[in-house]
């Protein structure tokens, strides 16, 4: 069992998430009973607005702005490419927030900032803003005159066998894997506390993927190097903190003979 809760963490607590439920700012499993950090309605409105976005772009934008069509829909049209790298690298970054925060929960670091209410809720959050630009990022796509995806391809993983088609396939599963976790959130009482962990631990797969994906199938590898070592890096660490910490806690609670 673990120890429970000082007086001076609980108002730390209060402190920190006011009307919310009192926990400890350390283990996840003691911040199983907060609520989604953000209403369901307003999830379905964010990966709406990002759906009707990329279609208004690729079908709309260019019948309403003439003068765009050029770089649209020219010899060489670039603008789906760009706005299809630039989501993508939005959406990287925000899954890796997402998994900072989650491991910070984990670590019992998240005492030190910003507090085990504050991480959880800020680790939903980027994760659920991350799968928005990562449903752009795909759909934007299908602008694109290089890459020539359908919508069947771009939305069945491995279907598609152009342009890098096993890097993009990752890519894909990544997708589904970020829809899986992050309305996990929102099904969490009806699956029970050790169905949703098994299934947040699914997080690490998925952004191995992404990695992958983000080295392999995209065109700026060079120009970001350095941010996928640091970012990779500091998952990497944070992950092996987190099992020491978890064989440390397991040593102590055996008992002594």
């Given at each position: 069992?673990?120890?429970p809760a000082s007086s001076s963490e609980l108002t730390e607590a209060k ?238 609670r055996k008992p002594t003979t």
């Open positions: 069992m673990t120890n402190k920190v998430a006011p009307g919310r439920p009192a926990r400890m700012v350390t283990p996840v499993t003691e911040l199983a009973d907060l609520p989604p950090a953000m209403p369901l309605g307003a999830v379905l409105t964010l990966l709406l607005g990002a759906i009707l976005g990329a279609f208004t772009a690729v079908i709309v934008l260019p019948t309403w702005a003439p003068n765009l069509s050029a770089s649209l829909l020219g010899d060489e049209p670039k603008a789906y490419w760009y706005l299809s790298r630039s989501s993508a690298v939005v959406a990287y970054a925000l899954l890796w927030l997402s998994m900072i925060f989650g491991l910070l929960m984990t670590n019992r670091l998240a005492r030190l900032w910003p507090g085990g209410p504050g991480a959880f809720d800020l680790h939903q959050h980027t994760s659920l803003l991350g799968l928005a630009f990562a449903i752009f990022h795909a759909l934007i796509l299908l602008g694109d005159r290089y890459i020539s995806a359908t919508l069947p391809q771009i939305l069945v993983p491995f279907a598609y066998t152009g342009y890098e088609p096993l890097w993009v396939g990752l890519g894909q599963l990544t997708l589904y894997g970020m829809v899986i976790i992050a309305f996990s959130f929102y099904v969490r009482q009806r699956i029970g506390q050790t169905m949703w962990r098994l299934i947040h631990f699914l997080s690490f797969v998925i952004w191995l993927l992404s990695l992958l994906h983000a080295l392999y199938s995209g065109s700026d590898t060079d120009l970001l190097i350095g941010w996928y070592w640091v970012s990779g890096g500091s998952v990497l660490l944070l992950t092996i903190y987190r099992v020491l910490v978890t064989m440390v806690n397991r040593s102590n």
